[in-house]
């Protein structure tokens, strides 16, 4: 199961799972689509069609066929599905959100039975329109609640209240909350605060800007909720039982992360300067150029009016 597929997926779960790719893709029985941006999307289709390219021979000449793996998301999501679909075969079920907000509806009994789930529900969050959160609680006792993107969200806090762990969205640093209100996203205290009272056991942030410093600081909160919140990052591999060992990698994280940034603004700046130079030596050549033309101008003059003398002379 996969939560969001944003551009680059593929090639994310290709550094994860190495030659052991197609078979994973195979495998994968459902993609879960929080809302419309490029974001969030923008990977499903490389996903479909590598699905389609993994079924092995063997599968086909035994006669085990995969099934089409289970898209569910926002009802233009499956409109943009369809459309591909006319360019290029893919083999999909695509169920709207819309349609996971009960425990009625025949695809949340499906749903519940093929993964073992105990419920499995939709909240709509405060993003844009047909923006989802995700409540799943599993047979053996875990609960999981994933925010998408959204401000802090009341309805998603009361249905997620006991959450094993919550992976929430924090696009924005604290002391932006007037930007992240108006761009519908949370900044890091509102989201480990959402997750606070929800009484989650464990909050796990994501989404950070790329405008800002990929690992958020956690100085401001106290030791006890502190051990409560971890950092994502890219291919991190995590179980439940292990979420006691993120936030004690938090300062090493830091550090690490702090030194790829300072990399960074060192290339940039060895960048700029090289551009300015660059930028100097054209203007250089162009304005030697310009003398050169000029002095060669004045000489042509020069030499028109000492001909002219002589013509006079003669």
Not at 15 to 28: A, Q, T, W, Y
Not at 49 to 63: C, K, L, V, Y
Not at 87 to 104: A, K
Not at 271 to 296: D, F
Request: glycine share 6%; net charge neutral.
């Amino acid at each position: 199961m996969m939560l969001d597929c944003g551009e680059g997926s593929y090639g994310q779960l290709y550094r994860n799972f190495g030659v052991d790719l197609p078979k994973i893709i195979e495998n994968m029985k459902m993609i879960w689509i929080s809302h419309i941006h490029a974001d969030h999307h923008l990977g499903l289709i490389r996903i479909l069609t590598a699905r389609n390219m993994a079924s092995s021979d063997d599968a086909i000449t035994e006669g085990k066929l995969k099934q089409p793996i289970i898209v569910i998301g926002p009802k233009a999501v499956g409109k943009w599905l369809e459309a591909y679909s006319l360019i290029e075969p893919i083999s999909y079920t695509f169920i709207d959100c819309s349609e996971i907000m009960t425990q009625s509806h025949r695809h949340v009994r499906m749903l519940k039975e093929m993964f073992d789930f105990k419920a499995m529900y939709n909240i709509e969050v405060d993003h844009c329109a047909h923006a989802y959160g995700l409540i799943i609680e599993h047979s053996i006792g875990w609960k999981l609640v994933y925010s998408g993107d959204t401000r802090p969200c009341k309805a998603l806090e009361e249905e997620g209240k006991g959450a094993t762990i919550l992976i929430h969205e924090a696009t924005l640093e604290d002391g932006m909350e007037a930007d992240a209100f108006n761009k519908c996203h949370s900044t890091v205290s509102q989201a480990v605060s959402s997750g606070l009272r929800m009484g989650a056991e464990a909050i796990l942030l994501t989404h950070f800007s790329q405008r800002y410093p990929k690992i958020p600081t956690l100085e401001q909160m106290e030791g006890s909720e502190r051990d409560k919140v971890g950092v994502a990052f890219d291919l991190l591999n995590l179980r439940f039982s292990q979420f006691k060992i993120l936030p004690k990698l938090l300062p090493v994280l830091s550090h690490l992360f702090n030194e790829e940034e300072q990399d960074k603004a060192s290339v940039r700046e060895h960048n700029k300067t090289v551009a300015l130079l660059a930028k100097q030596e054209i203007r250089e050549k162009k304005l030697l150029a310009y003398k050169t033309k000029s002095k060669h101008k004045s000489t042509n003059n020069n030499n028109n009016n000492t001909t002219t003398t002589n013509n006079n002379n003669n």
